[in-house]
């Protein structure tokens, strides 16, 4: 259910990307207005991380992710209507965009709380990169799709179509989604092999809510850590090349390279395929290493390095000219990106129980910083230089700082206490490092 629903998200976030180019020539909007529309969606998203994680350990995933789910898809099926208020299109699409990013801000954090209630610890790395490999899947899905939709019905069907589909998993989602101990088929063995494992499986029930502490005060303690803050800087990294693909890398394909709207749907979907194997490899690799005794410090960090070294090849595509090849390289930077992405299984084995959400929370507007600057830093280049030259450099130095981030500021992979880290005695708000 997360795989699916995370993919319908990703959809959701494309669904600009993929009506771009057809909307700049309908509705006049310019590339640096586009840029914008693309960073809309993140500026909220980042505003509403923190508070998104603070309601989800308040009130549990199952109740706030719900409500979240059919929010975003209806005002994504809103941004169909467009059209019909061209003198004001540019100002209501990007407040509908940003309404979104209000609305989907609890899902990934969501996702990494319901994976660490219900894996042990050797399991959660494949179940995150399977989560998280669902916005790979989500281009594969329905990039040629939605390249359809454009060519055959129009840009405004794109977003109908695809909020229509969130609005019913929403549906879905209330009668699938439980707590470990609450939901009516768990069995006392399950239980007891998944909490043995280090399944937080009270994280959401009854009995642990006096233990559940999502106060924002503990936000200084998480960003004054040395490992927390190294993973948290290694996803703006890392999310950088997400947001390049997401938003500008089928207009690279249509302005750059030549290729219709319809072809760049279908192109759009073959390194997106790439990233998706790359993703469930990554989390498989990982898991693996760490049932046959290998620490999960190392277990973690092999695929994350590798895969964002083989990231880093992007910039190759500066230097090439044929169409099969630039294609080729972006496959292999992006299945690198998939396999490198298991930063919410790390989340899951750090972060202290009590306040999961809001570590998630901040992991994510991290995340969401890239989600800002990358449309915009890639929007401004193109304008001022005519090609995307500078925007693939761009993203490849991002690719390189992010392993810097978890081979020299990431230390040990293990889950924190956070009494450890604010003693009992200590004022509000203070920490240990």
């Known amino acids: 259910m997360l795989f699916v629903v995370t993919t319908i998200n990703y959809a959701d976030r494309s669904t ?6 057809t909307m700049q020539k309908d509705l006049g909007i310019s590339s640096g207005e586009l840029g914008l529309l693309f960073s809309a969606f993140s500026w909220s998203y980042l505003i509403a991380q923190i508070p998104g994680g603070w309601l989800l350990d308040r009130f549990g995933s199952k ?13 994504t099926m809103a941004q ?34 319901i994976v660490a209630a219900w894996f042990p610890t050797k399991e959660r790395g494949f179940a995150s990169a399977l989560f998280n490999s669902a916005q790979y899947f989500a281009t594969v899905a329905f990039a040629p799709l939605m390249g359809w939709l454009v060519t055959a ?3 405004e069907h794109v977003f109908t179509v695809i909020g229509g589909v969130g609005v019913v998993l929403a549906v879905i989602w209330t009668r699938v989604i439980h707590p470990p101990r609450s939901h009516p088929k768990m069995t006392g063995a399950e239980l007891d092999y998944i909490g043995a494992g280090g399944a937080l499986i009270d994280m959401d029930s009854s009995a642990a809510e006096s233990e559940r502490d999502g106060g924002v005060r503990h936000l200084k303690t998480l960003l004054t850590n040395r490992n927390m803050l190294g993973i948290f800087i290694g996803q703006y990294f890392i999310n950088t ?42 989390g498989f690799l ?18 994350i390095i590798t895969g964002l070294l083989l990231s880093t090849t992007i910039m190759i595509c500066n230097y090439v ?83 810097v981030s978890y081979a020299v500021i990431v230390k040990d992979i293990r889950r924190l206490d956070l009494d450890e880290l604010v003693p009992p005695d200590a004022p509000r708000g203070s920490r240990t490092v």
Do not use: H
Request: with cysteine; glycine share 14%.
């Open 16 to 21: 600009l990307s993929i009506a771009g180019d």
């Open 63 to 75: 109740k706030v992710y719900g409500i979240a789910i059919f929010l975003w898809s209806v005002f």
């Open 80 to 113: 169909g209507a467009i059209g019909f208020f061209a003198g004001a299109a540019v100002v209501l699409l990007f407040i509908l965009r940003f309404v979104v990013g209000f609305a989907e801000a609890p899902s990934f954090p969501g996702n990494s709380r």
């Open 153 to 155: 019905l129009g840009w």
């Open 241 to 282: 090349i997400t947001w390049f693909f997401l938003t500008w890398f089928p207009v690279y394909l249509v302005q750059e390279r030549g290729m219709s709207i319809l072809e760049a749907g279908f192109v759009a979907s073959l390194p997106a395929l790439c990233g998706f194997t790359g993703g469930v490899l990554g």
């Open 286 to 303: 990982s898991d693996l290493l760490a049932r046959r005794g290998v620490p999960l410090t190392v277990a973690r960090k092999i695929p």
């Open 321 to 403: 000219t044929a169409s099969w090849l630039v294609v080729l390289i972006m496959s292999i930077a992006f299945f690198g990106k998939g396999l490198g992405a298991l930063g919410w299984a790390v989340i899951g084995d750090v972060a202290p129980k009590q306040i999961a959400g809001l570590a998630g929370g901040v992991f994510n507007a991290f995340g969401a910083v890239a989600g800002i600057v990358t449309p915009l830093v890639v929007g401004y280049l193109i304008d001022a230089t005519g090609s995307f030259d500078l925007a693939l450099a761009f993203v490849s130095v991002c690719a390189a700082l992010a392993v």
